[in-house]
């Protein structure tokens, strides 16, 4: 089974919202760290945010700041992405990220599975 599993992509009109969810299998939801990253075609990865569990701490990209949010669902063993406010500039393929486990209060430098994304356009 695929440790992590995207779903939620789709097609929103600019200043509409969305909500991705990452599954997480074969693991359970105590000390890890969650990556939401994103990627336009012609263009390099990048983060969104991140979520370290041990204190509950989430870091912000400048540009999701303000308009996206983490959540988690324990009992289903799945990470949300609120996104709010979108842009066109939000449209990219969107990639959930974890690390297992994880003490540490930072983010990762380097994620262990990776999900095979979900596609996210924001166009009228």
């Known amino acids: 089974q695929v440790p992590v599993v995207e779903s939620g992509g789709g097609l929103v009109q600019p200043g509409g919202s969305l909500r991705l969810s990452c599954a997480v299998h074969g693991f359970t939801l105590d000390y890890y760290a969650i990556g939401w990253f994103r990627q336009a075609p012609g263009k390099e990865r990048e983060g969104v945010l991140c979520f370290s569990s041990r204190d509950g701490i989430t870091y912000y990209a400048d540009s999701a700041e303000g308009r996206f949010t983490i959540s988690t669902e324990n009992d289903k063993n799945t990470v949300y992405l609120q996104m709010n406010s979108l842009k066109p500039e939000d449209t990219a393929t969107y990639y959930c990220?974890?690390?297992?486990?994880?003490?540490?209060?930072?983010?990762?430098?380097?994620?262990?599975?990776w999900g095979q994304g979900t596609q996210v356009t924001v166009s009228s």
């Open positions: 990220a974890l690390v297992y486990p994880w003490y540490g209060s930072d983010c990762p430098n380097e994620y262990t599975y």
